[in-house]
């Protein structure tokens, strides 16, 4: 038994469980810590990509690309506040009140005839009245939001702009008192940016080529308010295989209501494609062979997650699996290849 407390097992659970239990006593800071994780390691990302691109052609420093790309980020979500924000917030209510007023008609066909009564029973208009009022309440607090979106970028400028300075400083650590603390927190980051970083990474590329060619098709079959479509498409397209399930409802809806059967038909045969495509190309290659989860897996740790965490939780809850299957060593061959390879490149670098 003493053996067991003495364990390098046992230490790393009480460390990990001491960073849970201070996340959960920061609860309240949790939207700031998470917009500034995922802005840093995306820009970190980017920055990192477009300067080796730029390289090959001017010569500019990394951090003179970093300020650049800021910048543009700013200028461009303040352009998105100031021209379309009155237009997504009149875009979102009359989306609620076209799905609202959606009514089968039993003389359309067969099926509607037999659908008709269920429709009526579920008074959808009931529910969606919440949502109404929930999204205008969101929009109100819309400026809280985009402090704390502008100090996350506030935060992660800083800390791309130092990474040097960071890592040297932190790196004294391992040399002091706390040295056994530190190579346990350094072993835990290193993972956390490996798995949840990437798995992040590519669940906002995947969400955003999704988004851009549903809006797209969407265009072409004649949608209506196609802005607040595509935000919520967006937003449905981060959380894995659920948000598809999800998206299908209101654009099912809306393509009954602007062309008949034949339109959800339609709908269908591009959600078919889209996943297609996001489960053959995208996801072998921006993720690693372990996240290709089991549908059930995928479900169940998105409802607990949901359950603990609110929204963030359909998030980062399969990143956050992804991280504690890496600390329990689930890990298929292609991810023990990558370890190796990793290890290695960090062995020449020091």
Same mark, same amino acid.
């Given at each position: 038994m003493s053996?067991?407390?003495?364990?390098?097992?046992?230490?790393?659970?009480?460390?990990?469980a001491?960073i849970a239990?201070?996340?959960?006593?920061?609860?309240?800071m949790?939207? #700031?810590?998470l917009?500034t994780?995922i802005i840093?390691?995306?820009?970190?990302?980017l920055?990192?990509?477009?300067?080796k691109?730029?390289?090959?052609?001017?010569r500019?420093?990394?951090?003179?690309v970093?300020?650049?790309?800021? #910048?543009l980020l700013?200028?461009?979500i303040v352009a998105i506040i100031y021209k379309?924000?009155?237009?997504?917030?009149?875009?979102i209510?009359q989306?609620f009140d076209l799905?609202?007023s /959606? +009514?089968?008609?039993p003389n359309?066909?067969?099926?509607?005839r037999?659908?008709?009564p269920t429709f *009526?029973k579920i008074e959808?208009?009931?529910?969606?009245?919440q949502?109404? *009022?929930l999204t205008?309440?969101? =929009?109100?607090? =819309?400026?809280?939001?985009?402090?704390h979106?502008?100090?996350?970028?506030?935060? &992660?400028?800083?800390?791309?702009?130092?990474?040097?300075?960071?890592i040297?400083?932190?790196?004294?650590?391992?040399?002091?008192k706390? &040295?056994?603390?530190?190579?346990?927190l350094?072993?835990?980051?290193?993972?956390f940016?490996? +798995?949840f970083?990437?798995?992040?990474?590519?669940?906002?590329i =995947?969400a955003?080529?999704?988004?851009?060619?549903s809006?797209?098709a969407?265009?072409i079959?004649?949608?209506?308010?196609l802005?607040?479509?595509g935000?919520?498409?967006?937003?449905?397209?981060?959380?894995?295989?659920?948000?598809?399930?999800? +998206?299908?409802?209101?654009? +099912?809806?809306?393509a009954?209501s602007?062309g008949?059967?034949?339109?959800?038909?339609y =709908?269908l045969?591009?959600?078919?494609?889209?996943?297609?495509?996001e489960a053959?190309?995208l996801?072998?290659?921006?993720m690693s062979?372990?996240t290709?989860l089991?549908?059930?897996?995928?479900?169940?740790?998105?409802? /607990?997650?949901?359950?603990?965490l609110g929204?963030w939780g359909?998030i980062?809850g399969i990143?956050? /699996?992804?991280?504690?299957? *890496?600390?329990?060593?689930v890990?298929? &061959?292609e *991810?023990?290849?990558?370890?190796?390879?990793?290890?290695q490149?960090?062995?020449k670098i020091?």
């Open positions: 053996n067991f407390f003495r364990s390098n097992g046992f230490k790393r659970f009480l460390i990990l001491g239990i201070a996340l959960y006593m920061m609860r309240s949790i939207n #700031l810590i917009l994780f840093t390691y995306l820009m970190n990302q920055t990192t990509k477009t300067t691109e730029i390289k090959k052609y001017v500019m420093g990394e951090k003179a970093t300020v650049t790309l800021y #910048l700013v200028a461009g379309y924000l009155p237009i997504v917030t009149q875009q209510t989306l799905i609202a /959606f +009514s089968l008609n359309d066909n067969e099926i509607a037999y659908l008709a *009526d959808l208009g009931k529910y969606l009245e949502g109404v *009022d205008l309440k969101n =929009i109100t607090n =819309i400026g809280k939001i985009i402090l979106i502008f100090i996350a970028l506030i935060l &992660s400028l800083f800390i791309l702009l130092e990474k040097k300075r960071i040297e400083f932190t790196a004294k650590f391992k040399d002091s706390m &040295s056994h603390l530190y190579d346990e350094h072993y835990f980051s290193k993972i940016i490996r +798995s970083g990437k798995v992040i990474e590519a669940q906002f =995947i955003a080529v999704n988004c851009g060619l809006v797209i969407l265009y079959m004649g949608f209506p308010h802005i607040a479509l935000i919520m498409l967006f937003i449905l397209g981060l959380v894995p295989v659920a948000g598809v399930i999800m +998206s299908l409802i209101p654009l +099912s809806i809306i009954y602007i008949g059967p034949m339109y959800i038909v =709908i045969m591009i959600v078919m494609v889209l996943h297609a495509m053959y190309f996801n072998p290659k921006l062979a372990k290709n089991p549908i059930f897996y995928t479900f169940i740790v998105i409802l /607990f997650s949901e359950h603990f929204v359909l980062i990143p956050l /699996f992804m991280f504690l299957l *890496d600390i329990l060593g890990t298929s &061959s *991810d023990e290849l990558q370890q190796a390879m990793e290890i490149e960090d062995k020091e």
